[in-house]
């Protein structure tokens, strides 16, 4: 046994594994996501996003094509109770689609959100 602790002392933890491998950012037709910027380029021009815009756009775009309520968005990018959302994710929403264009994020009528790039 005190062989193999010996053996593993230095090898990193899974945590530090973890950390090194997250991505800086993600990549889809025309459109760029650079997380630690925190910008996004369609068409490889700069979009300006408010930090919602951002988050909820990143939230979406980590979890593509899962129907994602207003309530859980919410959650996730206010850190909030999502019992108070109301019009706060689709204005969001319509949003994001005019600054980078209907292609990315699709409305499932009852249920919520899903990214389709």
């Known amino acids: 046994m005190d062989k193999i602790l010996t053996a593993v002392e230095g090898e990193p933890t899974m945590e530090h594994i973890a950390n090194h491998h997250t991505p800086s ?3 889809f037709p025309n459109l760029e996501i650079r997380i630690n910027e925190q910008i996004v380029y369609h068409n490889g021009i700069p979009v300006p996003l408010t930090h919602h815009e951002f988050f909820a756009l990143l939230y979406l775009a980590q979890h ?3 129907v994602l309520s207003k309530e859980q968005i919410y959650e996730a990018v206010w850190k909030a109770d999502p019992e108070h ?7 969001v929403v319509c949003s994001l689609r005019r600054k980078i264009g209907d292609g990315y994020i699709e409305t499932v009528v009852g249920s919520g959100y899903r990214f389709v790039a």
Do not use: M
């Not at 959302?85 to 204005?91: I, K, L, S």
């Open 25 to 27: 950012g993600l990549t």
């Open 64 to 66: 593509p094509s899962w």
């Open 85 to 91: 959302c109301g019009a706060a994710v689709a204005n």
